[in-house]
């Protein structure tokens, strides 16, 4: 079937649906207290498994992702990644035993999931290269949207039919959804521009290095900036992966209100993205993140631990979710300002390992003290403390980040009079 090309707004709706759908994983936590019940299984099992599905994501969503776009047309990307993350989804539903689970959650929608997410946004950044915050922050928005209206319905499916079936109906769901918009899913040409748009003239072009990839592994700030994003981003990969469970635990809600708590961790989250992004572009990046992993850290440590009643838990809760939508949110930014735009994407996913770290250890955390203690109440504080760590790591990355772009500023400036034979 051949693949006309459509007018952008309808690839952008496109890209931003089949991105969408991929964010059915933040509705995870719902499933964890049945599939516990069902199977007898621990909380650490049922935790590792979206702990893996992260890692997949962040090791497939960067460099096998911008492979495949380089190779075969979108759509036809889209329609396989898509495909496989549905039947992922189905095969879960059939899941006994917890090697299963991890294949088939953690390894099949994991990797299919990385795909699609990074073909989505480069769908939306490529077709707007005029409008590339709008693009991408109506996809991002809609994307963490997406479990309001979905964890409601998936613990309805779950408490009707229960957890196996559940997941086969998520993913029937997803592959038809796919199926469908998946066709509309074209990449522009490499030179595209709108019509009647002409590219700004970036007056700091000039001063501003393109790091490869292989040079910014080299600069200690990569790795300052990797370490910093694993332990800032635990808080949100365990409230992503455990919402419905920790407000269950915590504050005594009832499987519906407790899946609730994942739509509301989720506007949360998009008000954090559009909020401290735009923040962030006033009064710079690391001004934003201190404020973010600042409140996070004062949170766990002295408050979020005493959230025992629904609606204490539940303000606690906006505010941890607004503050981790800003983190994400600036991390990508953060990575073009002192990296370049050039290779911000292939940089960015290395970057993005930080992210598969919290996957680790955040869940790790969460599950074994609940293990242990039949409560998440320890967990808190100890999140607190990575995030005080991450404050140190943030203030020695900032002056290292301004001295980078200080001597690249002069390095171009140098070469520029040389050119000159000055």
Not at 119 to 136: E, F, Q, V
Not at 244 to 259: C, E, F, K, Y
Request: glycine content about 12%; some cysteine; overall charge positive.
């Amino acid at each position: 079937m051949a693949v006309k090309t459509r007018p952008r707004g309808v690839i952008l709706v496109a890209a931003m649906l089949c991105g969408t759908l991929t964010a059915s994983l933040n509705c995870y936590s719902i499933f964890q207290k049945p599939m516990m019940e069902m199977y007898g299984w621990s909380p650490q099992t049922v935790a590792f498994a979206y702990t893996l599905a992260i890692i997949m994501i962040g090791f497939t969503g960067g460099p096998v992702s911008g492979w495949l776009q380089r190779k075969f047309p979108a759509h036809k990307i889209m329609i396989i990644a898509g495909t496989i993350f549905g039947i992922g989804w189905i095969l879960t539903g059939f899941a006994t035993n917890e090697s299963m689970l991890f294949l088939t959650f953690g390894v099949i929608v994991g990797i299919a999931d990385g795909i699609i997410y990074n073909l989505s946004l480069a769908l939306t950044t490529r077709w707007y290269p005029d409008k590339r915050g709008m693009a991408n922050g109506i996809s991002l928005a809609c994307m963490a949207l997406w479990p309001l209206a979905t964890a409601p319905i998936g613990n309805m499916l779950v408490q009707s039919f229960g957890p196996n079936i559940a997941f086969m109906i998520v993913g029937a769901f997803s592959i038809v959804g796919f199926w469908v918009f998946a066709w509309f899913c074209v990449l522009p040409a490499a030179d595209y521009q709108p019509k009647g748009w002409t590219p700004p003239v970036d007056n700091d072009a000039k001063h501003r290095k393109n790091y490869t990839t292989v040079q910014m592994l080299k600069t200690p700030l990569y790795w300052i900036l990797v370490i910093f994003f694993g332990l800032t981003a635990c808080t949100g990969v365990f409230m992503l992966g455990t919402a419905s469970l920790v407000g269950q635990t915590q504050a005594g809600m009832d499987p519906a209100t407790g899946a609730l708590m994942v739509g509301i961790f989720a506007v949360a989250n998009a008000c954090g993205r559009l909020g401290f992004g735009s923040l962030s572009d006033k009064i710079g990046r690391f001004p934003t993140l201190f404020i973010c992993v600042g409140v996070t850290a004062v949170l766990h440590l002295f408050l979020y631990g005493n959230a025992d009643t629904i609606p204490l838990f539940i303000g606690e809760s906006v505010i941890l979710g607004m503050c981790f939508g800003g983190l994400m949110a600036i991390m990508p930014s953060l990575c073009g300002d002192i990296y370049g735009p050039a290779n911000m994407g292939q940089n960015f996913a290395f970057i993005f390992i930080g992210y598969s770290i919290a996957s680790v250890i955040g869940p790790m955390i969460s599950a074994n003290t609940l293990a242990a203690t039949g409560s998440y109440s320890t967990a808190f504080p100890m999140l607190g403390v990575l995030c005080c760590v991450g404050l140190v790591l943030l203030a020695i990355g900032m002056p290292l980040a301004k001295k980078m772009l200080a001597q690249d500023a002069a390095l171009a400036e140098k070469a520029a009079l040389e050119a000159k034979g000055e």
